[in-house]
């Protein structure tokens, strides 16, 4: 049947919600936000681009995919940085997936350091932004828009290059800890298609 045949209708809300959404909670402490969502593990990222003032780049723990067709990402730093600012403005970058074994890469990003590229090995591609030496993956996205969001700003990019050339694990954040995945403690646990990952 072609929907377009169907009379407009509203969509139904939920008496319930519509109660839920009135009521009036307390506001969430800022400390038990960050314990909380301390539980929710991440991968650990730098995000890099080229400016004419030479490379620059900032650690990211907020980074995933949001689309398939189109390929678009989404990283999130803080709304005050003048390494994300930087990146909007140059129109491109790249997010290097840190491995296990690049703690000190993921702190040396996240320094104040003026030149955060002096103790990392990186590889300046010719027609697209560094390449950290190491990492688990890359990814070349064009900007395709910016945004502000709470006190970060989120950047969403269109990916145009990547690649996963590591054969190792990923550097993960969790509870506010860096921390390795122990291969003697992991397995295989899907007991689910994931046929809803392309739903």
């Not at 809300?13 to 109660?19: H, N």
């Not at 969502?37 to 650690?59: K, N, Q």
């Not at 064009?142 to 694990?169: K, M, N, Y």
Request: with cysteine; aromatic share 8%; glycine share 8%.
């Amino acid at each position: 049947m072609d929907d377009s045949a169907l009379p407009h209708q509203e969509p139904a809300v939920s008496p319930s919600l519509t109660a839920s959404s009135n009521r009036q909670l307390p506001p969430v402490e800022a400390e038990r936000f960050r314990h909380v969502l301390g539980h929710v593990p991440t991968a650990v990222s730098v995000v890099t681009a080229t400016t004419p003032e030479g490379p620059v780049g900032v650690t990211v723990g907020s980074f995933t995919s949001v689309s398939l067709d189109p390929p678009l990402v989404v990283f999130y730093s803080g709304r005050h940085s003048a390494s994300a600012a930087a990146i909007v403005t140059a129109g491109e970058f790249c997010v290097n997936v840190l491995a296990e074994d690049q703690a000190q890469v993921c702190a040396a990003f996240a320094s104040r350091k003026a030149d955060r590229f002096a103790s990392v090995s990186w590889d300046e591609a010719a027609d697209g932004p560094p390449h950290l030496d190491g990492a688990l993956a890359w990814i070349e996205c064009t900007v395709e828009q910016s945004f502000p969001a709470g006190d970060h700003i989120a950047v969403v990019g269109r990916v145009r290059r990547l690649a996963a050339e590591g054969r190792g694990r990923p550097l993960v954040f969790f509870r506010g800890r860096l921390l390795r995945l122990d291969p003697g403690r992991t397995r295989d646990a899907s007991v689910l298609p994931f046929d809803w990952w392309s739903g």
